[in-house]
């Protein structure tokens, strides 16, 4: 069983290399090695810019793909959309999923 359908795969990928962008960038400008480890604002910064991209790119598969199909014997039309989701969620929640639990963790002490 798949645990996406469509482009939905793209969302583990896409945060796994903003967090990895974010750790280095950040070790990096601060010349600390456990920064990142110890502040939480550098993960919800991450999670928020990979919210972001996936956002965006929901947003585009939503307009793009758009298609209407005439059934021939009745003449009604029907508006097809590709099905985008991970973990059983369409992709288009997930930067929301994704913002407030960053949110909650840093709120939580995550900092």
Not at 17 to 39: C, I, K, P, R, W
Not at 65 to 76: K, M, S
């Amino acid at each position: 069983m798949l645990v996406w359908t469509g482009v939905g795969w793209i969302v583990l990928p896409i945060v796994l290399v903003a967090v990895m962008l974010m750790e280095f960038l950040v070790e990096l400008l601060s010349g600390d090695d456990q920064y990142f480890q110890t502040h939480g604002w550098p993960m919800f910064a991450a999670i928020l810019s990979s919210a972001l991209v996936i956002r965006s790119i929901a947003a585009r598969r939503r307009r793009m793909r758009t298609r209407v199909l005439v059934d021939v014997e009745t003449g009604e039309e029907v508006v097809w959309r590709p099905q985008d989701s991970f973990m059983f969620i369409p992709l288009r929640f997930w930067p929301a999923i994704m913002f407030l639990l960053s949110a909650i963790d840093i709120f939580n002490g995550g900092d």
